[in-house]
Each structure stands twice: as structure tokens, then as C-alpha cells.
């Protein structure tokens, strides 16, 4: 079986990514405000402080997150996320966008990383080539370097 393709995308998952991740927790916090006044007797006020909590974290989440985007990187033998290795996993995949989480190896850290057909261009079809190609496997007859005897 051949090795997946080397290659290399930018990550930013694009507007709607942006605008899920400001319009979820707003809308959460939003409800529960909503909430906790309608159970005070207060379902107007409730519904007024509600709407007003959320449009403003909705905004102050939207001008916080980073415009900086995420270079993702196959070179044959291991994902790169900016120049840090990890192991890759497809979390969601829903045809034309993918959340990828990259588990990184030196610490016990995880990054999100969203990416759109859009975004990646022609390099879609070998992203995801690589994205569900099995892993490489060292040549037939050689043990893991884990595995190997010591001499000596």
C-alpha cells in the first residue's frame, strides 16, 4: 500500500466557524439568563437581559478570536500543526468541512482545527487522502524501535 501523499493546508474553518464559536455560548448564556428571571417572575426583563448578555459576548467572543490561521502539514510520517507534531483524528467530517483535533506528542495538549474545502483549494482531495489513509508502517521484517533487543 502506498504512503498518503505529503500535504500541507490553512486551517481557519472560516466565517461560520467563527461565528459558531461566538453565537454557541452566547446563546447558552442568553437562555440561561432567560431563565433564571422567568423562575424570579420576570420573563420580559428576563428576556430583554437575556438578548442583551448575549449579543454582547456574542461580539466580545467574535473580536477575540484569532484571525491567525493554522498551517496543517503531512510530510509522509507525522502531522504538523505550525511546525508541532502530533497524532491527527477526524472528529467531524461533513463532506466540504472537517474538525480535525491534533493530540500534540511533546505535552498533553490539543489543538482544534478546522478546515473547509474553500480554504484548502486543490490540496482538498490529498488532505483527505492523508486525513483517513492508515498510518505508515515500518518495512516488513523490522521490529518497532520499542521493541528492538538492546546489545550489550
Known amino acids: 500500500m502506498r504512503a498518503a501523499p505529503a500535504v500541507s493546508v490553512r486551517c481557519t474553518g472560516g466565517p461560520v466557524w467563527r461565528a459558531w464559536c461566538a453565537l454557541l455560548p452566547a446563546s447558552a448564556l442568553?437562555?440561561?439568563?432567560?431563565?433564571v428571571f422567568g423562575h424570579l417572575g420576570q420573563p420580559?426583563?428576563?428576556?430583554?437581559?437575556?438578548?442583551a448578555i448575549g449579543v454582547a459576548l456574542a461580539l466580545g467572543l467574535w473580536r477575540r478570536q484569532s484571525h491567525t490561521p493554522a498551517i496543517l502539514a503531512?510530510?509522509?510520517q507525522q502531522w504538523t500543526?505550525?511546525?508541532?507534531?502530533?497524532?491527527?483524528?477526524v472528529m467531524l467530517d461533513l463532506g466540504p468541512?472537517?474538525?480535525?483535533?491534533?493530540?500534540?506528542?511533546?505535552?498533553?495538549?490539543t489543538r482544534w482545527l478546522p478546515v473547509s474545502a474553500r480554504e484548502a483549494g486543490p490540496a482538498w482531495h490529498l488532505?483527505?487522502?492523508a486525513v483517513f489513509a492508515r498510518p505508515p508502517q515500518p518495512p516488513a521484517g523490522t521490529a518497532p524501535?520499542?521493541?528492538?533487543?538492546s546489545h550489550g
Open 145 to 149: 524501535s520499542a521493541e528492538r533487543p
Open 81 to 89: 500543526a505550525d511546525g508541532v507534531a502530533g497524532a491527527l483524528t
Open 44 to 51: 420580559h426583563i428576563g428576556a430583554m437581559a437575556g438578548l
Open 74 to 76: 503531512w510530510d509522509g
Open 97 to 109: 468541512w472537517m474538525l480535525l483535533r491534533l493530540q500534540i506528542a511533546e505535552r498533553p495538549a
Open 30 to 35: 442568553a437562555a440561561l439568563v432567560a431563565w
Open 127 to 129: 488532505l483527505r487522502a
